[in-house]
């Protein structure tokens, strides 16, 4: 395969995907495709590199990286936000990962993470959200958090189907919401921005499939759907009932409402059973804090998903902690849950956990479960032990406060005492 825009490693083996077995083959030597990404991108880029590298050789592989291009590095060298190459490159290479892209707010260009997920089909954007020993939290009990939201990466308010202000489509879409639809009393006098939110069967059934596997697969107890359906009947609404819906027809025989758990099993869940709920976004927030333990695997749309996993994230931690990875059909783009932080870019001070442990998701689908162990186990070791960045070091007492890069050394260091 050759590109234009991108040098291909010359060591080093493609993964590939059998669509008929829906099964990845990954050598011991994957090329792997890498955007450092913008703002702090540049500094937990190379650091997340070189513990991925560490955690590989420790577990007899290595990885080629290759380095592909968008945001602010892809305009600097080829004059555009997201090049074509690169985007073929993550799906001819099927796994991939990458640091955070800026988007300006209101007028600029639209979100690249957004473009490059659904290019990619990428639909189901996986966070988890766990606690690691000695990291301070602004909760009680951190360790009661072990979640993972399963976001629906395609539809909803992210679809992008909006217009705005003063334009003449917004015009013709207001006289067709008020003159067509009848709802002439809606919509204030004056300049009006409006969007669409889309919400499909397809869209949502493909995502709660993977949320039930995984809870099937991984000994969870339970799935949420976390909707607002009691406003949004028949967007958020219709999301509760065709992710029932899928539960029912697909899973029936392993999984049971809670309505059941009470009425047939007096509350206590069978062992082979994955009860299937649904809660309310505001409920599930304070929830989220109050009965921390109570919730599992979170399958729920857009929106929805990106503030719960940031306010998830928020008690395991903050955002420099956080992992995620989108996930299509044989394809994986690991990428921290936080964004491009532009005023600490370029200053070595972030911490590059998130994008660490991002590429420990990575290695996980990729089938290199023991080399995700390894990183595990050398961040919380070097967290432990009190070698952290500003971040963590400002809520804990005493510590060594390292920056980006040291940081990274560190956890190579425990990664070779532990391998
Ligand atoms: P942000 O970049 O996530 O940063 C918000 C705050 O979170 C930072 O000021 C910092 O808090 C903390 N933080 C984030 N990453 C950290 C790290 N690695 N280590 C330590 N602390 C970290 O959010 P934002 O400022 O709202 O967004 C900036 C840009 O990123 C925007 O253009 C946005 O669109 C983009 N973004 C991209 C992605 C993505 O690429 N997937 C995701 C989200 C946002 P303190 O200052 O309190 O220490």
Redesign the pocket.
């Known amino acids: 395969m050759s590109y234009d825009q991108i040098e291909v490693p010359e060591d080093g083996e493609k993964i590939t995907f059998d669509e008929e077995t829906g099964e990845l083959s990954v050598p011991d030597n994957p090329i792997i495709p890498i955007i450092h ?1 913008d ?2 991108g540049t500094d ?1 880029g190379p650091a997340a590199q070189k513990v991925l590298d560490a955690a590989a050789e420790a577990t007899g592989r290595s990885v080629s990286w290759m380095r592909v291009y968008a945001g602010a590095s892809a305009r600097d060298k080829y004059d555009e936000n997201l090049p074509v190459d690169t985007v073929s490159a993550i799906r001819d290479h099927r796994v991939a990962i990458k640091g ?4 300006p707010v209101g007028a600029g260009f639209r ?1 690249l ?1 957004v473009a490059l997920r659904k290019k990619l089909d990428l639909y189901a954007n996986v966070r988890p959200t766990y606690h690691l020993d000695g990291v301070p939290s602004p909760v009680k009990n951190p360790s009661a958090m072990d979640m993972v939201t399963f976001r629906e990466n395609t539809e909803d308010v992210y679809a992008g189907i909006e217009w705005e202000a003063g334009t003449d489509d917004v015009q013709k879409v207001k006289e067709f919401v008020e003159e067509e639809m009848g709802y002439d009393d809606v919509i204030h006098d004056g300049p009006v921005g409006i969007g669409i939110k889309p919400i499909t069967e397809f869209g949502t059934k493909r995502l709660v499939r993977e949320a039930i596997e995984y809870a099937l697969e991984n000994d969870r107890d339970s799935v949420t759907l976390v909707h607002k359906g009691n406003i949004m009947k028949f967007t958020e609404g219709a999301f509760r009932d065709w992710g029932y819906e899928l539960a029912a027809e697909e899973f029936g025989d392993v999984t049971i409402t809670e309505d059941e758990l009470w009425e047939e099993y007096d509350g206590e869940k069978p062992e082979d059973k994955v009860v299937v709920k649904d809660r309310i976004a505001d409920n599930m927030l304070q929830q989220l804090l109050t009965r921390t333990a109570d919730y599992d695997v979170i399958a729920t749309m857009n929106l929805n998903g990106d503030y719960m996993s940031d306010a998830a994230g928020a008690q395991i931690g ?3 902690i956080a992992p995620g990875a989108n996930f299509g059909e044989g394809l994986c783009l690991a ?1 921290p849950v ?6 600490y870019a370029g200053q070595d001070k ?3 956990t ?1 994008m660490i442990l991002s590429g420990r998701l990575m290695f996980e689908y990729m089938g290199w479960k023991d080399a995700g162990k390894l990183i595990r186990d050398a961040v919380e070791k070097t967290i432990s032990e009190g070698d952290v ?1 500003y ?1 963590l070091h400002r809520q804990i007492e005493g510590g060594t406060k390292l920056a980006t890069s040291e940081y990274a050394d560190k956890v190579v260091e425990n990664i070779h005492e532990l391998a």
């Not at 936080?338 to 005023?343: C, E, L, R």
Request: hydrophobic share 25%; glycine share 20%.
């Open positions: 990404g703002g702090i937990v955070p892209l800026t988007t979100s993470n903050g955002l420099g990428e936080h964004g491009s932080a532009p005023k972030v911490n590059p998130a960045t971040d």
